[in-house]
C-alpha cells in the first residue's frame, strides 16, 4: 500500500497513482485554483496574451480582406473548390471533440480522472467551435446573409435545403455549439460561486455573484444538479458521435471518387478524438506547468490522454488500410486511381507526413518510457495535430484535384490569405483560452473535492492515505 | 498565499442581519461524515425540512435529509419529444409549403431528415435540462438567507451545513438547536431573510 505522496508518475496494477498529489484538503484545493483568478496578471501571461491576439489580429486582416475582395482570395478554383477552408473547418470541428469526449463519455465510464482536466478540455471544445465556425460562415461569401443557413421564415417562401449534407451540419454544428456551453456553464456554477463567495472587492462580488446564479450548495440543487450533469452527459455522448459523422456525410454522400466511403464517419469520429486529445495534451502541458498546477493534473492525467491517442491513433491507421483496401477491392476504375494517386501522385509528401505523423509515431505510446516523459509527449502530441492537419488536407484535396476529366487537373497551391487566415485562427483559439484561464476556475474544484478520500461520507477521514486503500461500502 | 488573503480587510458586507421573517437554522460541520450522522439523527426525529449546503455533493445524503428525487428527467424527456415533434413539423412544412425537387427524391422522405430530428431532439432536451434545473434550484437569485451566516463562504470551500427551514412543524428554535449543538454542530444560527 502506498503511504505518503508517491511522487512516482505511473500506475501499478495493485494501487493507482493518486489523482491529486501531496496532502491537499477542500481548502488547499480551493485556494490553488482560486487563486489564478485572484492573483494579478504575470507579465509572461500578459506577453503570452498580447502575442496571442497579435495573431488574432492577423484573423481579423484576413477576413477584412476576404469580405472586401470575396473568396477569390483563396486559392480555389473550379476544380478544387474546397480546399484550406474545409480543412480548418474539419481541423478545428475536431479537436472540438475531446472536450465533450473527457466532459461526456469519460463521465458515463465513471473515469474519475477526467475531474482535473474537464473543464479546460470543455473550454477548449467551445473555443475550437469558435474557430471552426469562422469557416463556413465566411465561405458563404455574403456573410451578412449568413442566416439563410437556417430555416427563417420569409416572403419568399425560400427554405434551405434538408435534404443536403450541409444543412444538417448547420443543425449538428449549432446544436454541439449550443449544447456544450450549456454543459460548460452548468460545470462552472459551483466554482463561480466559490470565486464570489471569497471575493474581497465589490466588483468581483457583483460579477461572479451574477454569473454564479446565486448557487449555494444546497443538497436539494445538488440532486438536480447532479441528475442534469448526467443528463447532457448522456444527450452529448451520442451528440459528439453524431457532429463528426454529419461532417464526413458533407464528403461521403457526394459522388467524388476518395469521398465517397461508408467508412467515413467512424474513421473521421476516430479523427476527432485523436487530434482533440493531442491538442488537450499539448495545452495542458504548457497549462500545469504556467499555472502550477501539476499536483492535479498530474503524469498519471497525461498518460491516460497518451493511451487514448494510442487507440484512436490505431483506429485511424485502420482506416486508412481498409480504404485503400476497399478501393482495390470495389474494382471502381476512378476510386483505385484516386487512391492510387493519394499515394503516389503529386501530393504523395502530403500523404506520407499524414501517415508518418498519424500513424507511426502515436505507436511510440505504447511504450511507457515515452507515456510518461513530458517532452515526449508534448512532440507527439503537436506531431499528431500536424497529421490530422495532413489528413483533412489529403481528403479534401487530393480527391478533388484530379477528378473524372483530365482537361480539368490541376494543382492546388493555397494563396497568402489562405494561409494567414488558418495561423489567425489560433490567435483566436488562443486568447480565448488564456482569457478563460485568468478569469474563469480552470479546475472542476468541486468535482476534484468530490473524488478526494476525505469526501466520503462512509470514510473515517483518512488525509493523504491512498485513495483505494479504503474503497467505499 | 491563504494568509494574505485573510488579512485583507473585504469589501463585501451584506446587509443587517435579523431584519426579516425566520428563514431557518443552520449548523456547521467540519466532515461530510458528521453532516451525514447529523442528518440521520434530525430525520429520524421526524423533521422534514432539512437541507445540507456542502461544497461537493455528498453522495447519499438524500436518504440521510429524507429528500424527494427530483423531476427533472421527466421535464428533459418532454423537451425532447417537443424537439422531435418540431422537427418533424418543420421538415414537413417546408416541403409542403415549397417541395424542393432534389435527384427525384420524394418531397417529404423522412429518412433522409433523421440528422435534423437528432440534432432538434438533442437541443431541446439540452435546453430544458439546462433551464429546468436552474428553476428546481430556485436560481438565479442574488441573495439568499443563508447567506448571512457569518461562515456562509465555507459551504463553497470546506464547509458542511446543515439546515432546517422555519417552516418545518417540528421546528423550535430552542430545542432544535440543541439537538443540533448535541451533534457536534457548530456556529448554530438562526437566519432571516
Redesign the interface.
Known amino acids: 500500500m502506498a503511504t505518503s505522496a508517491p511522487v512516482t508518475p505511473g500506475d501499478t496494477p495493485g494501487t493507482r497513482a493518486k489523482l491529486v498529489l501531496g496532502q491537499p484538503t477542500f481548502k488547499t484545493v480551493n485556494e490553488d485554483i482560486a487563486s489564478i483568478v485572484e492573483s494579478k496578471p504575470t507579465p509572461k501571461y500578459l506577453l503570452g496574451l498580447m502575442f496571442a491576439a497579435s495573431i488574432l489580429l492577423v484573423m481579423v486582416g484576413s477576413l477584412v480582406k476576404l469580405v472586401y475582395s470575396g473568396v477569390g482570395v483563396w486559392g480555389l478554383d473550379n476544380t478544387v473548390f474546397w480546399a484550406w477552408d474545409i480543412t480548418g473547418f474539419v481541423f478545428w470541428i475536431g479537436i472540438g471533440h475531446a472536450g465533450t469526449l473527457i466532459s461526456a463519455i469519460l463521465f458515463l465510464f465513471r473515469q474519475k480522472w477526467r475531474t482535473s482536466i474537464n473543464r479546460a478540455a470543455e473550454a477548449m471544445t467551445i473555443f475550437a467551435v469558435m474557430a471552426a465556425g469562422i469557416y463556413p460562415a465566411f465561405h458563404v461569401g455574403r456573410v451578412w446573409l449568413l442566416y439563410w443557413v437556417f430555416p427563417v421564415p420569409n416572403q419568399m417562401s425560400m427554405w434551405p435545403n434538408f435534404k443536403s449534407p450541409l444543412l444538417w451540419d448547420v443543425f449538428a454544428v449549432s446544436t454541439y455549439a449550443t449544447v456544450s456551453i450549456l454543459f460548460w456553464y452548468l460545470g462552472l456554477v459551483p466554482d463561480l460561486a466559490t470565486i464570489r463567495d471569497r471575493a474581497k472587492t465589490k466588483l468581483r462580488y457583483l460579477i461572479y455573484g451574477i454569473l454564479s446564479l446565486g448557487w449555494r450548495g444546497s443538497h436539494r440543487g445538488w440532486l438536480s444538479y447532479e441528475k442534469a450533469y448526467l443528463i447532457l452527459a448522456g444527450l452529448s455522448t451520442p451528440l459528439v458521435l453524431s457532429v463528426h459523422t454529419v461532417v464526413s456525410f458533407d464528403f461521403a454522400t457526394s459522388v467524388v471518387p476518395g469521398w465517397h466511403t461508408t467508412i467515413f464517419p467512424p474513421y473521421f469520429v476516430a479523427g476527432a478524438i485523436f487530434s482533440g486529445f493531442a491538442m488537450v495534451i499539448t495545452l495542458m502541458i504548457v497549462a500545469r506547468k504556467v499555472l502550477g498546477l501539476e499536483h492535479m493534473i498530474t503524469i498519471r492525467h497525461l498518460e491516460n490522454m497518451s493511451k487514448i491517442i494510442l487507440a484512436t491513433g490505431s483506429m485511424v491507421g485502420y482506416a486508412y488500410a481498409i480504404e485503400f483496401f476497399i478501393a482495390w477491392y470495389g474494382a471502381v476504375e476512378y476510386e483505385r486511381y484516386a487512391f492510387l494517386n493519394r499515394m503516389f501522385g503529386p501530393y504523395w509528401w502530403a500523404y506520407w507526413s499524414m501517415v508518418s505523423c498519424n500513424v507511426i509515431f502515436p505507436q511510440l505510446f505504447w511504450f511507457k518510457k515515452v507515456r510518461t516523459s513530458i517532452p515526449a509527449l508534448f512532440a507527439i502530441s503537436i506531431v499528431v495535430n500536424i497529421g490530422m492537419w495532413f489528413e483533412r488536407f489529403v481528403i479534401i484535396v487530393t480527391s478533388l484535384h484530379r477528378d473524372y476529366i483530365p482537361s480539368s487537373w490541376t494543382y492546388f497551391t493555397p494563396s497568402i490569405w489562405d494561409i494567414s487566415l488558418f495561423v489567425g485562427t489560433f490567435g483566436l483559439f488562443l486568447t480565448m483560452f488564456l482569457l478563460f484561464c485568468k478569469f474563469l476556475p480552470v479546475i472542476a474544484a468541486s468535482e476534484v473535492k468530490g473524488v478526494m478520500p476525505q469526501a466520503d461520507p462512509h470514510g473515517d477521514d483518512h488525509h493523504g492515505k491512498d485513495e483505494e486503500a479504503h474503497a467505499h461500502g | 498565499?491563504?494568509d494574505a488573503?485573510d488579512t485583507?480587510?473585504?469589501?463585501?458586507v451584506l446587509p443587517e442581519p435579523d431584519k426579516g421573517e425566520l428563514w431557518g437554522m443552520m449548523g456547521l460541520f467540519d466532515?461530510?461524515?458528521d453532516?451525514?450522522h447529523a442528518a440521520e439523527e434530525l430525520r429520524d426525529a421526524g423533521y422534514k425540512g432539512l437541507?445540507?449546503?456542502?461544497?461537493?455533493?455528498?453522495?447519499?445524503?438524500?436518504r440521510a435529509?429524507g429528500?424527494k428525487?427530483?423531476p427533472?428527467?421527466f421535464l428533459?424527456l418532454g423537451g425532447g419529444a417537443a424537439g422531435l415533434a418540431s422537427g418533424i413539423a418543420?421538415?414537413w412544412y417546408?416541403?409542403y409549403?415549397?417541395a424542393?425537387n432534389?435527384s427525384g427524391?420524394v418531397p417529404f422522405?423522412w429518412h433522409?431528415?433523421i440528422?435534423?430530428y437528432?440534432?432538434?431532439t438533442?437541443?431541446l432536451?439540452?435546453?430544458t435540462?439546462?433551464f429546468?434545473?436552474?428553476a428546481?434550484?430556485k436560481?438565479?437569485?442574488?441573495?439568499?438567507p443563508?447567506?448571512r451566516h457569518k461562515s456562509?463562504?465555507?459551504?463553497?470551500?470546506?464547509g458542511f451545513f446543515l439546515?432546517v427551514d422555519a417552516t418545518d412543524p417540528k421546528y423550535d428554535s430552542a430545542s432544535t438547536r440543541k439537538l443540533l449543538e448535541k451533534l457536534g454542530a457548530k456556529e448554530v444560527e438562526e437566519v432571516h431573510s
Open positions: 498565499m491563504a488573503h485583507h480587510e473585504s469589501e463585501v466532515t461530510p461524515a453532516l451525514y437541507d445540507a449546503m456542502t461544497p461537493f455533493p455528498v453522495h447519499g445524503l438524500e435529509l429528500l428525487p427530483t427533472l428527467p428533459v418543420l421538415t417546408v416541403n409549403d415549397y424542393l432534389i427524391k422522405s433522409i431528415y440528422p435534423v437528432f440534432e432538434l438533442v437541443l432536451s439540452a435546453l435540462c439546462f429546468a434545473t436552474w428546481l434550484c436560481l438565479p437569485t442574488f441573495f439568499h443563508t447567506m456562509f463562504p465555507r459551504t463553497t470551500d470546506d439546515t
